[in-house]
């Protein structure tokens, strides 16, 4: 099962494989091209009813991208993102609204929608997130490593989320302080 705890979808498809830390064994969780439609259907990359045709390329295409994003992150990569945000601009179109306004309309292709819409998500997130507000649920302590974004007022955000790592660490240092006392 999925869990969309990152904040931003370019750190969700990060988190499509656990743990993150090297040489550990991975477990994969876009084993398929079917599991890939579910998840960018979750993370809110394509809608529910949104045409999305599931294929092996697409899945690669997609992998791909997940193998920038910490490349990208260290300043490094940047022309490879940059030549596929580009692939998916020119398959966008632009939409004229109301007082000369327009939206722009990612993804036109069904075979590429999710990882066109991913590259513009990585561009997104390099050019207008904090990144200074990033984080790594932490694995000493528990945590299982993925990314997120600490949001929080005071910027003290520890686990990527309270309803699993964060609770799995605290019943953890609670058993271990009741053992101490016997």
Same mark, same amino acid.
């Given at each position: 099962?999925?869990?969309?705890?990152? /904040?931003?979808?370019?750190?969700?498809?990060?988190?499509?494989?656990?743990?993150? =830390?090297?040489?550990?064994?991975?477990?994969?969780?876009?084993? $398929? =091209?079917?599991?890939?439609?579910?998840? +960018?259907?979750?993370?809110?990359?394509?809608?529910?009813?949104?045409?999305?045709?599931?294929?092996?390329? +697409?899945?690669?295409?997609?992998?791909?991208?997940?193998?920038?994003?910490?490349?990208?992150?260290? /300043?490094?990569?940047?022309?490879?993102?940059?030549?596929?945000?580009?692939?998916?601009?020119?398959?966008?179109?632009?939409?004229?609204?109301?007082? /000369?306004?327009?939206?722009?309309?990612?993804?036109? $292709? =069904?075979?590429?929608?999710?990882?066109?819409?991913?590259?513009?998500?990585?561009?997104?997130?390099?050019?207008?997130? $904090?990144?200074?507000?990033?984080?790594?649920?932490?694995?000493?302590?528990?945590?299982?490593?993925?990314?997120?974004?600490?949001?929080?007022?005071?910027?003290?955000?520890?686990?990527?989320?309270? $309803?699993?790592? /964060?609770?799995?660490?605290?019943?953890?240092?609670?058993?271990?302080?009741?053992?101490?006392?016997?």
């Amino acid at each position: 099962m999925f869990s969309i705890v990152g /904040g931003h979808p370019a750190l969700d498809l990060a988190n499509t494989v656990a743990p993150r =830390p090297p040489g550990a064994v991975e477990e994969e969780y876009l084993p $398929d =091209p079917e599991a890939l439609v579910r998840w +960018a259907r979750l993370a809110g990359v394509i809608e529910a009813d949104e045409p999305a045709e599931p294929s092996a390329a +697409a899945l690669a295409d997609v992998l791909a991208l997940r193998a920038l994003i910490d490349p990208v992150l260290a /300043g490094q990569q940047l022309d490879v993102l940059l030549r596929r945000w580009a692939a998916a601009i020119e398959r966008s179109r632009l939409i004229p609204g109301p007082h /000369g306004s327009a939206t722009l309309h990612l993804g036109t $292709d =069904p075979a590429l929608v999710i990882g066109d819409r991913l590259a513009n998500a990585l561009i997104d997130l390099v050019r207008n997130a $904090d990144l200074s507000r990033l984080r790594t649920c932490p694995l000493a302590d528990g945590g299982c490593g993925w990314l997120f974004l600490d949001r929080s007022r005071n910027n003290s955000r520890r686990w990527c989320s309270m $309803d699993d790592c /964060g609770t799995h660490a605290k019943s953890r240092r609670l058993t271990e302080r009741r053992r101490s006392r016997r």
